[in-house]
């Protein structure tokens, strides 16, 4: 298996340029989520999803889309690349029991770092 | 606010010592606590999952124990290895959700 695949690992954007992310988790998890990692600041929710059709935003969600057309895809898009959209960006999936996702381990990818200039 | 604290924010120890990391968490009504590990440019590896009903969960030489009603949680390394430096962090769970809540970490160097 592996696991969840974030590409691609490196990225460097011109402001006001828009780019996708993309995430894919081979595990059949339901609940897939999208998270940024600043200096100071920790990790924080952008976007997530409980499956296909279904997302909703986390914490910081301006400036970011997602959809989920399938169970393994969740891409995210940067709609008018910013210098505070400078960050590294993690996608992390989880499996369900019966509902309660919470209950069980978040899977997380090797993350995409970020440039804007 | 919901929030997760991690002290201290780097520790540096010499190899074999037993050591705990601290975690605190402001609101006890957690679903589960996670304890992750994370190498210099690298995701972040899950190491431990305690749900709240749980008092303690033991991985090889990890044991995590969590206080609900005192908001605390720590994380014990047994005979650390040069090889368990990284940044341990802890998060939170407050509902079904699945939204974690992040401590800052704590920078674990083990010395040889």
């Known amino acids: 298996n592996a696991g969840v695949t974030q590409t691609p690992k490196f990225q460097v954007l011109k402001t006001g340029q828009s780019m996708t992310l993309q995430c894919a988790q081979d595990?059949?998890?339901?609940?897939m989520s999208w998270y940024r990692q600043d200096p100071g600041m920790g990790l924080r929710l952008i976007h997530y999803?409980?499956?296909?059709?279904?997302?909703d935003q986390g914490e910081v969600p301006n400036g970011y889309n997602v959809s989920r057309s399938t169970t393994e895809d969740f891409p995210l898009r940067l709609l008018s690349a910013a210098p505070s959209q400078t960050s590294v960006y993690f996608c992390?999936?989880?499996?369900?029991?019966?509902?309660?996702?919470?209950?069980?381990?978040?899977?997380f990818g090797a993350g995409t770092r970020l440039s804007v200039l | 606010k919901q929030e997760v604290t991690q002290i201290p924010a780097a520790l540096s120890v010499p190899e074999g010592e037993n050591l705990v990391l601290n975690c605190s968490f402001t609101?006890?009504?957690?679903?589960?606590l996670q304890w992750f590990r994370q190498d210099p440019g690298k995701g972040l590896t899950s190491l431990l999952l305690?749900?709240?009903?749980?008092r303690e969960q033991t991985s090889g030489r990890l044991n995590a124990s969590l206080d609900k009603s005192s908001g605390r949680s720590t994380l014990y390394i047994a005979a650390s290895q040069p090889g368990d430096s990284a940044t341990y962090l802890c998060?939170?769970?407050?509902?079904?959700?699945?939204?974690?809540?992040f401590g800052q970490g704590t920078e674990l160097s083990v010395k040889p």
């Open positions: 992390a999936s989880s499996r369900t029991s019966g509902g309660a996702w919470a209950k069980n381990i978040q899977y």
């Open positions: 595990m059949n998890h339901e609940y």
């Open positions: 999803s409980v499956g296909a059709g279904i997302t």
């Open positions: 609101d006890s009504a957690i679903y589960n």
């Open positions: 305690i749900q709240s009903s749980q």
């Open positions: 998060a939170v769970i407050y509902n079904q959700g699945g939204k974690l809540i």
